[in-house]
């Protein structure tokens, strides 16, 4: 009975064994067998078709290896334009009308009338149109009169569009870290280091997020520095003689005015230093009668 049980065991073992390699050797068997007896037109067609992979894999390749497009750049644009025009007035209406038409804001405007120093009457507008109109807007501009100068600058900020989006990424990622940790913080120590910290971060987000919007807006939208310059100078209108006279009429009471607070203040001096005019007087009246007695007769007669 001893003997009975290890048997068994070494035979299964054994059976199992064989098993393995038969069905290894009946796996392998068939894969041998017809790469044996692959006809020739077979192995010609396999040829092909392994040949076919290799030009599909060299295409694939060639593909990949191909460069990658550059991605279109991000450009804040800015013109300036001046323009010899015969109404300065209707002009700056035009423009009005012109911005409203292409969508696009007005910043400033500064008009001159003619001065002594300068006889023209000009203007200098700014305003922004968003950049796909910039040229349309450009030709709208330049059908109001005769163009002096012209010019356009183009700077090109994607790259530094590209490192504001990275750093605010890896800012969101490191507040979003943070915020874990403080949620799983244990000691009031713990929590407020932990607070400062993500205040900070939330900080340079705010700060960077606000620079990316307004370079983003920059270049979406692109500016205008329009100057006007009347064709023919303009001399100031002769003012009505009403006007004149009311001017001269106002001079005049401003001088009598001028004149009587004058005497006042003369009078108040007057006043206020007459003491020592009544000293001086008596000192002269006095010196006077003393020459006068003390003097001989015979150089008076």
Same mark, same amino acid.
């Given at each position: 009975?001893?003997?009975?049980?290890?048997?068994?065991?070494?035979?299964?073992?054994?059976?199992?064994?064989?098993?393995?390699?038969?069905?290894?050797?009946? @796996?392998?068997?068939?894969?041998?067998?017809?790469?044996?007896?692959?006809?020739?037109?077979?192995?010609?067609? #396999?040829?092909?078709?392994?040949?076919?992979?290799?030009?599909?894999?060299?295409?694939?390749?060639?593909?990949?290896?191909?460069? =990658?497009?550059?991605?279109?750049?991000?450009?804040?644009?800015?013109?300036?334009?001046?323009? &010899? =025009?015969?109404? =300065?007035?209707?002009?700056?209406?035009?423009?009005?009308?012109?911005?409203?038409?292409?969508?696009?804001?007005?910043?400033?405007? /500064?008009?001159?009338?003619?001065?002594?120093?300068?006889?023209?009457?000009?203007?200098?507008?700014?305003?922004? =149109?968003? #950049?796909?109109?910039?040229?349309?807007?450009?030709?709208?501009?330049?059908?109001?009169?005769?163009?002096?100068?012209?010019?356009?600058?183009?700077?090109?900020?994607?790259?530094?569009?590209?490192?504001? $989006?990275?750093?605010?990424?890896?800012?969101?990622?490191?507040?979003?870290?943070?915020?874990?940790?403080?949620?799983?913080?244990?000691?009031?120590?713990?929590?407020?280091?932990?607070?400062?910290?993500?205040?900070?971060?939330?900080?340079?987000?705010?700060?960077?997020?606000?620079?990316?919007?307004? %370079?983003? /807006? #920059?270049?979406?939208?692109?500016?205008?520095?329009?100057?006007?310059? @009347? @064709?023919?100078?303009?001399?100031?209108? #002769?003012?009505?003689?009403?006007?004149?006279?009311?001017?001269?009429? /106002?001079?005049?009471? $401003?001088?009598?005015?001028?004149?009587?607070?004058?005497?006042?203040? %003369?009078?108040?001096?007057?006043?206020? *230093?007459?003491? *020592?005019? %009544?000293?001086?007087?008596?000192? &002269?009246?006095?010196?006077?009668?003393?020459?006068?007695?003390?003097?001989?007769?015979? /150089?008076?007669?």
């Amino acid at each position: 009975m001893n003997f009975a049980w290890p048997l068994p065991r070494k035979s299964a073992l054994f059976v199992s064994a064989l098993l393995g390699v038969v069905f290894t050797s009946c @796996a392998s068997a068939p894969q041998d067998f017809a790469n044996k007896s692959l006809p020739p037109s077979s192995a010609e067609n #396999q040829l092909a078709s392994q040949t076919a992979a290799n030009s599909t894999g060299n295409v694939a390749q060639k593909a990949e290896a191909a460069p =990658v497009p550059r991605a279109r750049p991000q450009l804040i644009k800015k013109a300036t334009m001046k323009i &010899v =025009v015969n109404s =300065v007035e209707q002009s700056i209406d035009a423009v009005s009308q012109i911005i409203e038409k292409q969508q696009g804001d007005l910043i400033g405007l /500064n008009e001159r009338q003619p001065t002594k120093e300068n006889s023209r009457h000009t203007a200098s507008i700014q305003l922004r =149109v968003p #950049q796909n109109l910039l040229e349309p807007t450009l030709e709208e501009l330049a059908k109001l009169g005769t163009i002096e100068s012209r010019n356009i600058t183009a700077e090109d900020v994607g790259d530094r569009l590209v490192d504001f $989006q990275a750093r605010l990424t890896n800012l969101r990622k490191t507040e979003a870290n943070l915020q874990k940790i403080m949620d799983r913080a244990g000691s009031v120590r713990d929590v407020l280091s932990v607070a400062q910290e993500l205040s900070q971060v939330r900080q340079s987000i705010e700060q960077i997020d606000a620079q990316l919007k307004n %370079l983003q /807006n #920059q270049v979406a939208y692109s500016t205008i520095t329009l100057n006007f310059e @009347a @064709a023919v100078s303009s001399t100031s209108p #002769q003012r009505a003689v009403g006007s004149q006279i009311q001017e001269t009429w /106002n001079k005049s009471t $401003q001088s009598l005015g001028t004149f009587t607070v004058g005497l006042l203040k %003369l009078g108040i001096w007057l006043m206020v *230093y007459t003491p *020592y005019l %009544l000293i001086l007087a008596a000192g &002269v009246y006095g010196f006077v009668r003393w020459r006068r007695t003390h003097t001989p007769r015979e /150089n008076r007669g």
